[in-house]
Nanobody, 126 residues
Framework: EVQLVESGGGLVQPGGSLRLACTVSGVAFDHYTIGWFRQAPGKEREGVSCIRSSDSKTYYKDSVKGRFTISSDTSMNTVYLQMNSLKPEDTAVYSC???????????????????WGKGTLVTVSS
């Protein structure tokens, strides 16, 4: 059974930084994509950034490009999202997801994942 557990959320001031972590276990297939989605109050869930297991190819939503960085350890047991220059608009519940499709990471990152963690709340406010 695939399990995803997020950590690192909290309260941060505008312009500040935060690093989220997603711990992954129970993966029984070779090729997959892991990524971060977020859902703000009153908004639909959107893909933020994703990374592919086979070659670590990444995808970023345009609004976070240059501010956020996705990375992983060598085994992809932990995936991180480093968030810099945070804005109030970044406030949301951030969830880690995994998709087993062998495709460009942009595809599941723009749609949905097969497995989900419970999420961690990020609040950007002064």
């Amino acid at each position: 059974e695939v399990q995803l557990v997020e950590s690192g959320g909290g309260l941060v001031q505008p312009g500040g930084s935060l690093r989220l972590a997603c711990t992954v276990s129970g993966v029984a297939f070779d090729h997959y994509t892991i990524g971060w989605f977020r859902q703000a109050p009153g908004k639909e869930r959107e893909g933020v950034s994703c990374i592919r297991s086979s070659d670590s190819k990444t995808y970023y939503k345009d609004s976070v490009k240059g501010r956020f960085t996705i990375s992983s350890d060598t085994s992809m047991n932990t995936v991180y999202l480093q968030m810099n220059s945070l804005k109030p608009e970044d406030t949301a519940v951030y969830s880690c997801g995994l998709d087993q499709a062998f495709v460009e990471p942009e595809i599941p990152c723009r749609y949905t994942m097969d497995y989900w963690g419970k999420g961690t709340l990020v609040t950007v406010s002064s």
